[in-house]
């Protein structure tokens, strides 16, 4: 079955405990992305990544860390995770993200994250 | 500068009703609009992307797109409960990698 996965999806930790959420897809897409969801703020990127190291950031890159080793696999790295940053977290994919007008972005099924 | 607007809501229609969300943007490079679904506690879903002026339809949903006023908007016909959710508009600039979302606009489908 084609996917989206991450994990964890439920995570509780402490202010400066670091942590990595991990992100993978089986579609052979090349295009990656992070997205954080908050109350009244809706969806903001994070990072991106167009292949196989090629990063870059979004609208809201502090306080996070990527990495795109494998094609697959696109982690979200928070060195020292604090309370501003409890959100629901949502990885995507694409195939051609950019160049084409009509491609779409597969979401995985999110990362509830709470710093305490 | 990048924008989306959206009405957050919460809308409410009667079943068998049509609901129409509306969305508007500030960014006139903006290429391709995008209309996605998200159910609470879910992922956003894709329903329909539209790129040029005018209406596109599939099945009881329409997208219509007006670029000289910057407006694109989402029309569900003959409602149901199940159509109730959070409806996201997002757009893409041309040849660009990100995507730019609105707040959002919940709907509910009053049986």
Redesign the interface.
């Known amino acids: 079955e084609a996917q989206v996965t991450q994990n964890p999806r439920y995570l509780i930790t402490v202010t400066g405990k670091k942590l990595t959420v991990t992100c993978s897809q089986n579609m052979n897409h090349e ?1 990656m ?1 992070w ?1 954080r969801q908050d109350p ?6 994070i990072y ?1 990544s ?1 292949n196989v190291e090629v990063t ?1 950031k ?2 809201v890159p502090e306080g996070y860390k990527v990495s795109r080793k494998e094609k697959r696999n696109f982690p979200l790295i928070l060195e020292s995770p604090s309370p501003n940053q409890t959100s629901l977290y ?1 990885c995507a994919s694409s195939p051609l ?2 160049r084409a ?2 491609d ?2 597969y ?4 990362t509830r994250l709470t710093v305490l | 500068q990048k924008e989306v607007e959206q009405n957050s809501g919460p809308l409410s229609v009667p079943e068998g009703a049509i609901a129409s969300l509306n969305c508007t943007y500030s960014d006139r490079g903006s290429q391709s609009f995008f209309w996605y679904r998200q159910y609470s506690g879910k992922s956003p879903e894709l329903i329909m992307f539209i790129y040029s002026n005018g209406d596109k339809e599939d099945g009881r949903f329409t997208a219509q797109l007006n670029k000289a006023s910057q407006y694109v908007s989402l029309l569900i016909r003959d409602s149901q409960p199940s159509d109730s959710a959070t409806y996201l508009c997002a757009f893409k600039r041309a040849g660009s990698y990100q995507l730019t979302f609105g707040k959002g606009t919940k709907l509910s489908v009053i049986p």
């Open positions: 295009y992305s997205y009244g703020l809706g969806l903001r990127q991106y167009m870059d979004g609208d949502f993200w950019g007008s009509t779409t972005q979401f995985g099924p999110g």
